[in-house]
């Protein structure tokens, strides 16, 4: 009877925790779950693939099992010219996004919209594919399986694609390098939207994970970086040696993303290249030294393709 009020308090804290978290997440996560997927959504969903994190296809993080974007501006099986159109390639054995894949990820009228138009349903991860973000007259974004719908193959796009951006390679890269501890991707007050842009809505993370909010920031928000800075001519010198374009930069190198090669087949000599920096650092040479190009596979291509294609 001594502790009777112990046992008592004990069992209506147990009682009101039980139902804050009952509250602050399941309730949210009803109206989450019933939330379709926006066209945003769709084009990350087909950019990044599936799991961008730690996984046991990449275990090492090295952005394999992704599929590769690319831009047509011809049509791949006819030859035809079509207007700029932007096709997600997944090559055989290339695992799909959980809204290729799983129910209620895409929403109802999205869902059903991919699979009467866009026939996503018969598309398998052993056959690869190419896929297609459309929008519907009634506005309704959905994804077209343009295998199946156009005849469009993996290895016709690729060899018809004006551009091909390994995104979803580099947005492993931004999770395993740590970009996402400093740089946020989540534009949240009134001041970030004016500098920054828009804010991000529910819908437009259907399907993506991680979503690489960040938790804190140190240096500005990326969310629509490509759209205010679309120069890959900055982005290189901006990794290689971020004190090229900002001399007070406290972001640190990443040229050893560069590799042993250039774009030419090239070895880069980091030491040397530093010397150079030095002496153009204190004054000693007028002009810094040139930043190699990235080679087309290397994981410093990747990343600049990642932010090149948050716009």
């Keep these: 009877m001594a502790f009777r009020e112990y046992k008592i308090g004990s069992m209506m804290f147990g009682v009101c925790l039980s139902v804050s978290m009952f509250v602050t997440i399941f309730l949210p996560g009803l109206d989450i779950s019933g939330v379709s997927s926006t066209q945003l959504a769709l084009e990350k969903q087909l950019t990044y693939g599936w799991e961008s994190g730690f996984n046991y296809y990449d275990p090492f993080l090295q952005g394999k099992d992704k599929p590769i974007k690319v831009t047509l501006t011809k049509d ?3 030859g035809a010219k079509i207007d700029e159109t932007d096709a997600y390639v997944f ?35 052993e ?6 973000v459309q929008v519907a007259d009634d ?8 295998t199946a719908t156009r005849g469009w193959t993996v290895d016709a796009v690729l060899k018809a694609a004006d551009q091909q951006f390994l995104a979803g390679s580099g947005k492993t890269m931004f999770i395993r390098e740590g970009c996402w501890w400093c740089h946020t991707l989540l534009p949240e007050e009134t001041q970030d939207w004016q500098t ?23 240096a ?13 001519e900055w982005l290189t010198m901006h990794f290689f040696n971020p004190r090229l374009v900002q001399p007070h930069s406290i972001m640190p190198r990443y040229d050893y993303l560069w590799g042993d090669k250039d774009k030419e087949g090239n ?20 002009y810094p030294p ?22």
């Design 76 to 78: 791949p099986r006819t």
């Design 91 to 125: 090559k055989p054995g290339t695992h799909f996004p959980d809204g290729l894949t799983h129910n209620w990820i895409l929403g109802d009228k999205v869902e059903k919209a991919s699979a009467s138009t866009g026939r996503i349903h018969e598309a398998t991860e």
């Design 127 to 132: 056959k690869g594919g190419v896929f297609l």
């Design 139 to 146: 506005d309704t974004p959905y994804i077209e399986y343009a």
């Design 196 to 218: 920054f842009g828009r804010p991000p809505m529910t819908g437009d993370f259907n399907g993506e994970s991680p979503t690489t909010f960040g938790s804190d920031r140190k």
């Design 220 to 232: 500005p928000d990326l969310l629509h970086v490509g759209s205010r800075n679309s120069s890959r």
């Design 267 to 286: 070895p880069i000599d980091l030491k040397a290249w530093d010397k150079k920096f030095m002496a153009y650092a204190k004054g000693e040479s007028i």
């Design 290 to 311: 040139e930043v190699p190009i990235p080679a087309s596979g290397s994981e410093a291509r990747m990343l600049i393709d990642f932010v090149l294609n948050l716009k």
